[in-house]
């Protein structure tokens, strides 16, 4: 309940002609940074003369998702966070950045994500979308900066669209290796005439390679990826050569359950068998995290 007040919060608004000389200096020399002005003297003038200060505090709304307002916000001093419904922050922005200029671009469209100001004070200059559009028509160069703004934006919003959620990046391994481990193990107990141990074994197999193969084809599972073809190509190069590991199992040799040897220990051990998928899903875990984070430290930067 107080949180949704602070957001509606209004900002303190100060007229240029109530600024100090100073302060209106150093509002033209942050506007020049922008990339949209491009250090361009006469354009940061015209949005000084034709904009107001608005200054936030920390959880202030600057811009509601789904308003129908177009006015610009130029980000002179702080920091604020971009939030969208159902997909939590896509974005932080800080100083000279600008926020709103999609909805000005287009008037009429909704504004397609809320804007909270994240730093403990947010100084801004707002601009009315009428005169935006004004300096759009009347600047070929702002246009060009401002069309590869907008580009680069939508390449991000793709990117995030495209973005699974941690639970997903980690979950889904464990999923599809757990649905691969049941069928498989149904399959071998309903068509075959095999030991428990053997039985458990070949399904922790069959559940490894699967899991291998969909991490492998999954694009954003880079770290998962080098788990998965090194996974495979153990798996390949112990049938090819016909390799076996042994340890020590309850006093007495036992195959590890990636490959076994039914002449010499017909009875795997079920216990190996658990080990072997528990670690294999504790590491499928593992790789999940990392890829998340690793995602997540990319489209932050």
Not at 31 to 59: P, Y
Not at 63 to 77: H, K, P, S
Not at 127 to 155: T, W
Request: one cysteine or more; hydrophobic letters at 45%; glycine letters at 6%.
């Amino acid at each position: 309940m107080f949180a949704s007040k602070k957001l509606t919060q209004p900002p303190e608004v100060q007229a240029n002609s109530t600024l100090a000389a100073d302060d209106i200096e150093r509002d033209l020399e942050t506007l020049k940074r922008n990339e949209l002005i491009a250090g361009d003297e006469e354009i940061a003038q015209q949005i000084l003369d034709e904009s107001e200060v608005h200054t936030f505090s920390k959880g202030n709304r600057l811009i509601g998702e789904g308003e129908q307002a177009d006015d610009v916000y130029f980000l002179l001093f702080g920091e604020v966070e971009v939030i969208r419904k159902g997909k939590g922050r896509l974005d932080k922005l800080s100083t000279p950045s600008t926020v709103g200029e999609l909805a000005a671009d287009e008037p009429g469209q909704p504004r397609t994500a809320s804007v909270i100001a994240s730093s403990n004070r947010l100084r801004t200059r707002v601009l009315p979308g009428r005169v935006f559009r004004e300096i759009r028509d009347s600047n070929p160069n702002f246009a060009s900066a401002l069309k590869k703004l907008i580009s680069n934006m939508n390449r991000r919003k793709i990117a995030q669209n495209l973005e699974q959620p941690f639970l997903a990046k980690v979950v889904k391994p464990l999923l599809t290796g757990c649905g691969s481990f049941l069928i498989s193990a149904l399959l071998f107990w309903n068509f075959t005439d095999l030991t428990t141990g053997q039985l458990l074994s070949l399904s922790a197999l069959a559940a490894a390679i699967v899991v291998g193969l969909a991490m492998y084809f999954d694009h954003q599972h880079r770290y998962g990826r080098a788990f998965s073809m090194a996974l495979l190509a153990t798996i390949l190069y112990g049938s090819h050569f016909g390799v076996s590991y042994f340890f020590f199992v309850d006093g007495r040799t036992a195959p590890f359950p990636f490959f076994w040897n039914f002449t010499a220990n017909p009875e795997q051990s079920p216990l190996v068998a658990s080990v072997f998928l528990a670690v294999l899903f504790l590491l499928c875990v593992v790789c999940g995290v990392f890829d998340y984070l690793r995602n997540l430290s990319h489209r932050q930067h």
